[in-house]
């Protein structure tokens, strides 16, 4: 049997993709240079201070979005001008965090905040300050391993 070299390079980028999947997925897993400090997050000059301004009243739900049954949402507070994301219809192991980006999601910081469900069906992250930022909210369901993210705001 000849394999034709066309069909060996597509066995390749199916083998580099799934690799790079699974790299990702491990590292998720594992928490590896995924968290940082809530003045890391703040990402302003006032640092912290800018994290504990955040507060989570007058909250509204400015992005939607599903992974599987798990349903995914970009809260955002008008008063201080916050955002922090939250799941819900999840089961414990699942997980949620904030994506933040300062050129509208080219490129971004993040998983921040990430926070699994421990019980019950549902999480958020902490708040963190949305100004001169877009942020988007992300997920992913323990049982299949799937991710998915709002749209940015």
């Known amino acids: 049997m000849r394999i034709s070299s066309r069909s060996h390079q597509g066995d390749h980028v199916r083998f580099t993709k799934r690799a790079v999947v699974l790299t990702a997925g491990v590292a998720l897993l594992a928490g590896i ?28 739900t400015k992005r ?16 201080s001008r916050c955002a922090w994301g939250r799941i819900y219809s999840a089961d414990p192991g699942d997980k949620v ?9 080219g490129t971004w910081t993040g998983p921040m905040g990430m926070t699994t469900v421990q019980s019950g069906s549902d ?5 963190y300050d949305d100004a001169g ?3 988007r909210a992300c997920a992913w369901n323990d049982t299949t391993g799937t991710t998915r993210c709002t749209g940015w705001y």
Do not use: F, H, K
């Open 64 to 79: 939607t979005g599903s992974v599987d049954s798990i349903r995914i949402e970009l809260r955002y507070s008008t008063s």
């Open 123 to 127: 999480t958020y992250t902490p708040a």
């Open 133 to 135: 930022y877009v942020m």
């Open 33 to 60: 240079g995924l968290t940082g400090t809530a003045a890391q997050a703040a990402g302003t000059a006032t640092g912290g201070a800018a994290a504990a301004a955040c507060s989570t009243s007058s909250a509204v």
């Open 97 to 105: 965090w904030v994506d933040r980006s300062s050129n509208g999601g």
